[in-house]
């Protein structure tokens, strides 16, 4: 069976990159486009990874780690990672307190990078806190 993997990015062009370039290396891949739809679908479970922007419409990435926290999940997920153009050391430690496993700086990764960043976040799985 696929792994799952959700996007959660309010960037359409990216959104549409990240589910091409996933789909292809066999991934099975759900898409939101904003932070409430991204947290319905999280807050459902049953993914392996999950790519969450910081900032992102109706609700920033944090908050919705923040709503994770305090409500887990249906079934559990795989690692949150999030994605960001932020340089602000503050909000990804933030990210980090809240329970993501790592993050992506969007900017600086080409495609290939991703994927292999991907591949790592997932071969790590759910690991105990």
Do not use: C
Request: proline share 5%.
């Amino acid at each position: 069976m696929a792994q799952r993997i959700l996007v959660i990015e309010d960037d359409q062009f990216l959104r549409e990159l990240y589910d091409e370039l996933l789909r292809e290396e066999g991934y099975e891949v759900d898409l939101a486009g904003d932070g409430e739809e991204g947290l319905a679908k999280v807050s459902k479970g049953g993914y392996d990874l999950v790519l969450l922007d910081i900032m992102l419409p109706k609700m920033d990435g944090l908050e919705i780690l923040r709503q994770l926290r305090d409500k887990p999940p249906e079934k559990p997920n795989g690692p949150v990672v999030l994605l960001t153009n932020l340089g602000q050391d503050s909000i990804i430690k933030e990210g980090f307190n809240l329970g993501a496993a790592g993050y992506l700086i969007k900017s600086a990764m080409n495609p290939d990078q991703v994927l292999s960043e991907v591949k790592v976040f997932l071969s790590k799985g759910n690991l105990p806190k």
